[in-house]
Nanobody
Framework: QVQLVESGGGLVQAGGSLRLSCTAS????????MGWHRQAPGKQRELVAHITKEGSTSYADFVKGRFTISRDNAKNTAYLQMNSLKPEDTAVYYCNFKIRDEYLALYNYWGQGTQVTVSS
């Protein structure tokens, strides 16, 4: 079984920064894509940032230039550096990994979510 554990959320003032981490543990074959999503109260979950196993990144328009996604394959970890935070960034942030097992089957895993609150 694979588990994703997130950390790094919290309360920050507008204009501040936070760094989220998400580490996979368990029976991990190969981690393909990694991503961060978020869900604000009353809204649907939305993609924030994505990174391929080759390291190519993509971002939602509302975080471009402010957030940076990265990965450390040796540590099975994804990061989301969030700068210039705005109150509208307040949400629960979830990591998402696509992982191949030893039989090359591809599975989708989610972290438990970490709360990010940005005060004005």
């Amino acid at each position: 079984q694979v588990q994703l554990v997130e950390s790094g959320g919290g309360l920050v003032q507008a204009g501040g920064s936070l760094r989220l981490s998400c580490t996979a543990s368990g029976s991990i074959g190969r981690i393909n894509d990694m991503g961060w999503h978020r869900q604000a109260p009353g809204k649907q979950r939305e993609l924030v940032a994505h990174i391929t196993k080759e390291g190519s990144t993509s971002y939602a328009d509302f975080v471009k230039g402010r957030f940076t996604i990265s990965r450390d394959n040796a540590k099975n970890t994804a990061y989301l550096q969030m700068n210039s935070l705005k109150p509208e960034d307040t949400a629960v942030y979830y990591c998402n990994f696509k992982i191949r097992d030893e039989y090359l089957a591809l599975y989708n895993y989610w972290g438990q979510g970490t709360q990010v609150t940005v005060s004005s």
